[in-house]
């Protein structure tokens, strides 16, 4: 079993930033991919950004040159940089970890919720 948790929503003001951590812990060995995904009301779920243990990441057309992904090994934790937010990206962010690019996510974080105020 893999524990995901996630830090770091809060409320901003359009422009601002903000960073979100996962932190896993568990049978972290299975874990290869570790993605951020973001569901709004009424929108479906989008991926936001994902990263892997070798160090590839994507990013989603909607965020990208403004949110990062980045990943830390050493301390199982993946992160998410979010820059010049705008009140279109309030949602609550989730991260789900899957053992290779094509697997289903296995594991889910409780989510963060992420307000960004006009």
């Known amino acids: 079993q893999v524990q995901l948790v996630e830090s770091g929503g809060g409320l901003v003001q359009a422009g601002g930033s903000l960073r979100l951590s996962c932190t896993a812990s568990?049978?972290?060995?299975?874990?290869?991919?570790i993605d951020w995904l973001r569901q709004a009301p009424g929108k479906q779920r989008e991926l936001v950004a994902g990263?892997?243990?070798?160090?590839?990441?994507i990013i989603g057309d909607s965020v990208k040159g403004r949110f990062t992904v980045s990943r830390d090994n050493a301390i199982n934790t993946a992160y998410l940089q979010m820059n010049s937010l705008k009140p279109e990206d309030t949602a609550i962010y989730l991260c789900a970890a899957a053992d290779s690019d094509a697997a289903p996510y296995e594991y889910w974080g409780q989510g963060t919720q992420v307000t960004v105020s006009s």
């Open positions: 990263t892997s243990r070798d160090g590839r990441t």
């Open positions: 568990g049978s972290i060995n299975s874990i290869n991919n």
